[in-house]
């Protein structure tokens, strides 16, 4: 039952680090971005195809966020001719061609099989142990980039993307060039979700487009929006809500007499629920974006 | 200063602006006027690197800027405002002053992560300079509340504030009376005063005759996108041309007119 909790609070801080970088994107900047898995799954193939070319782990981590900034460079400058909605449906879509990309290439990313054998970090350790540093690791680096978020919402920076998320115009006639704070934010986000990508097949020990769907996509907004859209530690309250959610649905599953498919099936039907739920009655989350003072 | 050389857009094949050319001197002030729908916002769009123009050329402090964003020009010292300028509701009025400050180093996001100490200067000053501008024009005591949450007037000064704290070389302001209350109209003038006596250059559209006689020197009237008249603001009502345009063809009546068009 430890191990189980400590499970589920590995991933949640995994999904807590994709959810801090989509809300510095969809959140702060108004970018919303419906193939955030993307980022992710940049990093989850890092780790795999570093794995499969018997490279160390930052080589893929590093490769990772080399691959996260090219994409994040085309969707700034995408963001220039597309407005609002119709960056987001493209994000969306480029994102499902590269997860139908990988399913049917196999000899580079595996196919439909994926890449297995990623190397688990502290494998030689007791599980429990493992798991313990494992978390520890997870929240040093869910720390970094909620200090990073924080502290960017607050600079002339985020003045910038805030203003801009809301009036482009205004922002582009005091001088902030919006392409290039979206590019910006769009690779400092981008390379946040690779990171936990990178772990994350770390530490499933395996890679593949199972991640990639939708339905990862959608969980990381319901983290978003249940904890309050704009604001970071609200985010982080929403994966660690989102997480429990979904990791505890086995036991409803389980209770009901469900099988494994529909197990899952249920698990995405609570969190669409949660999403509606949220959107309809409290769409600025449990922990709402607030104006900023500014003291002196 | 600022050079408009044989300007000219059309959109979807109907001329916007034909040809217009004119230039405005250090400290000058000059008006654009004319009646809806005579080009006078595109040619303000154009300055300020919001629309490209199909024809002609820009030129400011003798550098040829035609087509630069309107992030560029704001670096060469061009700034804005808005006929109904939109604020943001999730930003304070205070923060959408300090997002038209020059902050070089917390505008990067590297700047702002790692060079804590400069950053925290660079704020200090903006937010000093800020409350000034605030205090100024009456806005200071709603310096926390949403952007959004003040009236139309108050917010078209706030644009005005916001432009004026990076010390701009050229003003461009798109009716800056539409929808202001006299004692506000009041503040606008005074503050446009001291921004000349800096040596900003000032264009401003405007309908408000009597606007344009208290703060402009000179008036570029235009019609149908060409400029039909240059004159002082007091000469307005004799030219047979610009009465018309405004009017349609008919008795003058004569100059006590202050909101045409």
Known sequence: MFNYILDLLVLASIFAVVAVGLNLQAGVSGLPNFGIVLFFGIGAYGAGLATKASLPWTVGLLGAVLVATAAALLLGRLSGSLPGTYWGIATLAIAEAVRVILFNQDSVFGGAQGIGGVSLPFASLPERTRLILCLLVMIAILAVCLAISQRLIGTQFGRALRLQREQPELAASLGHDLIGVRTAILIISGAMAAAAGVFYAHYIAYTGTSELEMATTITVWTMVVVGGIGNSYGVVLGALLIQTLYSTSRFLGEALNLSADRTASLRIMLIGFALFGFLMLKNDGLLPERLRKIRA | ?261
């Not at chain 2, 109907?14 to 002030?29: N, R, W």
């Not at chain 2, 992030?71 to 038209?100: D, I, K, Y």
């Not at chain 2, 925290?120 to 949403?146: Q, T």
């Not at chain 2, 003003?171 to 800056?176: C, N, S, T």
């Open chain 2, 1 to 261: 200063m600022l050079e408009v050389e044989s300007v000219g857009k059309d959109y979807a094949g109907v001329v916007a602006v034909a040809e217009v050319s004119f230039g405005v001197e250090p400290a000058e002030s000059v008006g654009v006027v004319g009646p809806n729908g005579s080009g006078k916002t595109t040619l303000l769009n154009i300055i300020s690197g919001f629309a490209r123009p199909d024809r002609g050329r820009i030129v400011l402090g003798g550098r040829e800027v035609t087509g630069r964003p309107a992030w560029t020009l704001s670096g060469l010292g061009v700034a804005r405002t808005f006929q109904l300028p939109q604020m943001p509701a999730r930003m304070s009025v205070l923060e959408v002053v300090l997002a038209g400050a020059r902050q070089p180093v917390s505008a990067s996001p590297l700047g702002g992560l790692v060079r804590l100490r400069r950053s925290r200067a660079e704020l200090a000053g903006a937010v000093e300079r800020a409350d000034g501008l605030l205090e100024r024009v009456g806005l200071r005591r709603l310096r926390d509340d949403p952007a959004a949450s003040l009236s139309g007037g108050q917010q078209k000064l706030l644009n005005l504030v916001a432009a004026l704290i990076g010390d701009p070389r050229l003003l461009l302001l798109d009716e800056p009376t539409a929808g202001v209350s006299p004692p506000l109209r009041k503040v606008l003038v005074g503050v446009l005063e001291e921004v000349r006596a800096k040596g900003t250059a000032i264009v401003t559209v405007e309908h408000d005759m009597a606007f344009v006689s208290e703060v402009c020197e000179r008036v570029v009237v235009l019609d149908g996108g060409s400029v039909i008249a240059r004159c002082a603001p007091s000469e307005l009502h004799l030219d047979e041309q610009v009465v018309e345009a405004y009017l349609g063809k008919r008795r003058a009546d004569r100059g006590t007119r202050s909101e045409v068009g």
